[in-house]
């Protein structure tokens, strides 16, 4: 069975602080990806990687790739409330189907 | 319409009623999927459809019966569920084959059992 640990679960912090979340596999996957899911709503897609060692940023967000293809990791600079939700990262095995991570909670207070 | 497009949003059904939920993604796709979400839990994957044949079933109960009669439209017909099956039930669509096959969710249908 295919497992994607996430860390922390749960993390709360204050407006402008910077955080990073973790996503752990002994899996290797073609492809990462990171969405962001609010109460209420699905998740939405932020980011795919697909090379090992890949960085991508958006805005205040940097993700990057592990260079064996079995870890990711997202970085949030200057963290602000509107960054508030589910993070959920995503393997892709290949077979037409995602394997979803444990998730991390984000609650950034103004 | 745009997106993915779920009905109802919320739901609440007895243990002995036959429901169904209906998912309708507006991007082209072919390829759809129906996820289970449950408190502490991962999403779960259920069933995979690509176009518009089963190509997935994740060891799922019988109480749960997937439909896809058309690249657009997917249904998950209910029956006799048990309380622990209340969660979020979130359909997406991709477009298969590709080498991501990044997901576009619905808004999710809240399912509560009585």
């Known amino acids: 069975t295919q497992l994607l640990e996430q860390s922390p679960q749960f993390l709360s912090i204050q407006e402008g602080e910077n955080l990073t979340v973790y996503c752990n596999s002994s899996?290797?996957?073609?492809?990462l990806q990171w969405y962001r899911q609010e109460p209420g709503e699905g998740p939405v897609l932020l980011v795919t990687?697909?090379?090992?060692?890949e960085v991508k940023k958006l805005k205040r967000l940097t993700f990057q790739f592990g260079d064996a293809r079995k870890d990711s990791s997202l970085h949030i600079t200057a963290a602000q409330p509107g960054d508030t939700g589910l993070y959920l990262c995503?393997?892709?095995?290949?077979?037409?189907?995602?394997?979803f991570g444990t998730g991390t909670r984000l609650l950034v207070s103004p | 319409e745009t997106g993915v497009t779920q009905t109802p949003r919320h739901l609440v059904m007895g243990m002995t009623n036959k429901k169904s939920l209906k998912c309708e993604q507006h991007?082209?796709?072919?390829?759809m999927y129906w996820y289970k979400q449950s408190a502490k839990k991962p999403l779960e994957l259920m069933f995979v459809?690509?176009?518009?044949?089963?190509?997935e079933n994740n060891s799922v109960p019988s109480r749960f019966s997937p439909e896809c009669p058309n690249s657009s439209h997917l249904f998950l017909h209910l029956h006799t569920l048990q309380p622990e099956d209340s969660a979020l039930y979130l359909c997406?669509?991709?477009?298969?084959?590709?080498?991501?096959?990044?997901?576009?969710f619905g808004p999710g249908t809240r399912l509560t059992v009585t």
């Open positions: 997406a669509s991709s477009q298969a084959p590709g080498q991501s096959y990044e997901q576009y």
């Open positions: 899996s290797v996957f073609s492809s």
């Open positions: 990687v697909v090379t090992g060692g």
């Open positions: 995503a393997g892709n095995t290949g077979f037409q189907k995602l394997v």
């Open positions: 991007l082209g796709h072919n390829a």
């Open positions: 459809y690509s176009l518009e044949e089963r190509v």
